[in-house]
């Protein structure tokens, strides 16, 4: 053999070898990720769907059902994971050029996760949700013998005559905007053209749907942060209201056990029921605030607060300068390559310090996102629940993660965030070349963020203030009772916290006697 055809026959190999090892890679990130989305949907899922106690078909169409959830959770995570992980991969191999147990780690392997994604994306979004859908509400056609088989042909056809309209009306919306000969002749190219503008009309409904989530999500994580960690207080003495919640608890419960009235309380034991559980939740979090180290009490939650503010100041920040470079400089705009050269230059004029924080930012986004989807009075009703999600619920919340996630990319390199520029079929959509469309999206999210993070702020700023004062003000000289019964008042007036016993109190008449 002569050594040319040895050389070639080298270089194939090589290649040869590197297309296993990257299809042995992706094969193996995806297993972890579906083993991964399994035990999430599982730990959500109603269990009595998947039972054969009723029925045996419907357990068996639902298990496959679950299975496609669980594929397209899966996929729904890796966009997710997909910018970080090409991120990190560029300053890995910035980092050791030459080290040869990361010689896996190329531009090769990271052009065909992104590939991967885009094609599972549109299997899931076009035909595998809407399939589950239609599957587990099918039963066969009528006269049919009934059956799995029965199913899928029902499934089939419903799924065959929905992308029939979903593909006409794909072929009106771009014969209308695209009126010249070549758009026309685009149009009978269904893998070529077809799915990329589905999914770029798909992508740009995600990206609109990030920017109104987003913001919202953004001020209700401050909510639930201080929900979830210990608020210091102004002004405040836990054992002092700790001892008269305690006091309030125990004159409820001992109004209720007596169950009589007086001359002054009409009583109502369902309303005092209610109350009594009310007083009760609230001394619980008391006793907890109240256990909680100093440390915890007093640098934990505004470290958290420093934090949810200094990572939404820093995404403000870089949108206005990326509006300033959309204004002067045409290379700002969010464009699409087919060749991934990484560990050439990093992403981040800061070099690893900026690559890491571009991540966290990312997560960051994608996280409020998410929250505020669920806190949405549109979507609220998706939120799962411990053991208790129906599998339409499932499907419903699949999808919608999916759209957030394979959106989130777009997002994030048309806002500025990351100087990663969109790989493979992801650049090809034909809004991100317009400059209204990503100027406009960009000073409506610093806005809109700029916006609800003011208006959160200073409410939360005000309602602390006028709470702290408000109890202050209110522990001084006040009274309960009734006139014609003097004792009462003064054995109740101590407590400053009576006032807040929510009792329907209604005076004697004058002509009344003494309790």
Not at 126 to 137: D, K
Not at 251 to 280: P, T, Y
Request: charged share 15%; with cysteine.
């Amino acid at each position: 053999m002569a050594p040319v055809e040895q050389d070639v026959l080298a270089v194939r190999e090589q290649l040869f070898h590197e297309r296993v090892r990257e299809c042995i890679i992706c094969a193996l990130l995806f297993a972890s990720l579906y083993i991964l989305c399994h035990f999430i949907i599982t730990h959500f899922k109603k269990h009595t769907d998947f039972t054969a106690v009723h029925d045996d078909e419907d357990a068996a169409v639902n298990r496959i059902a679950l299975g496609l959830c669980t594929f397209t959770l899966a996929v729904a995570l890796g966009a997710v994971l997909l910018l970080p992980f090409s991120i990190i991969s560029n300053e890995v191999l910035l980092s050791f050029p030459q080290n040869y147990y990361i010689q896996w780690l190329n531009g090769s392997l990271i052009h065909g996760l992104w590939n991967l994604v885009f094609l599972f994306s549109n299997m899931s979004l076009v035909f595998l949700m809407p399939f589950a859908y239609f599957f587990t509400e099918s039963e066969g056609f009528a006269g049919s013998k009934k059956g799995i088989m029965a199913r899928v042909y029902e499934t089939s056809v419903v799924l065959l005559l929905l992308t029939l309209l979903v593909l006409g009306m794909v072929w009106v919306a771009s014969a209308i905007v695209g009126n010249d000969a070549a758009s026309r002749q685009s149009l009978y190219d269904l893998w070529e053209y077809y799915l990329p503008y589905l999914y770029s009309c798909i992508s740009l409904f995600g990206v609109l749907l990030l920017l109104l989530c987003t913001p919202f999500g953004l001020s209700t994580m401050f909510t639930v942060t201080g929900k979830l960690l210990v608020k210091p207080r102004l002004l405040e003495d836990l054992d002092e209201q700790l001892s008269c919640t305690r006091f309030e608890e125990a004159a409820v419960s001992h109004r209720i056990r007596s169950g009589k009235a007086s001359c002054w309380l009409n009583l109502d034991m369902e309303m005092l029921r209610e109350q009594f559980f009310a007083i009760r939740s609230k001394r619980r979090k008391l006793e907890l605030r109240h256990r909680a180290s100093p440390w915890q009490r007093n640098l934990g939650y505004p470290l958290a607060m420093l934090g949810l503010l200094a990572l939404t100041g820093i995404s403000v920040l870089i949108v206005c300068f990326h509006v300033l470079e959309l204004l002067l400089d045409d290379a700002a705009m969010p464009r699409g390559i087919q060749d991934a050269s990484l560990g050439q230059v990093s992403f981040s004029i800061f070099g690893s310090f900026g690559a890491a924080l571009q991540v966290v930012l990312i997560f960051y986004l994608m996280l409020s996102s998410v929250v505020g989807f669920y806190s949405s009075p549109l979507f609220t009703r998706l939120l799962p629940e411990r053991q208790g999600t129906p599998l339409t619920k499932i499907i419903g919340n699949c999808v919608s993660l999916l759209v957030l996630s394979s959106a989130l990319p777009v997002f994030s390199r048309t806002l500025g965030i990351t100087r990663f520029d969109l790989l493979g079929d992801f650049g090809r959509f034909n809004w991100l070349g317009n400059f209204y469309i990503v100027f406009l999206y960009n000073m409506g999210f610093a806005g809109l963020t700029t916006l609800c993070l003011v208006k959160r702020v200073s409410w939360a700023v005000q309602a602390e203030l006028i709470r702290a004062f408000g109890e202050d003000m209110g522990t001084q000289g006040w009274l309960l009772g009734c006139p014609l019964c003097p004792s009462l008042a003064l054995t109740l007036s101590p407590c400053p916290g009576l006032h807040k016993l929510p009792l329907p109190v209604t005076r004697c008449r004058t002509h009344s006697k003494p309790c």
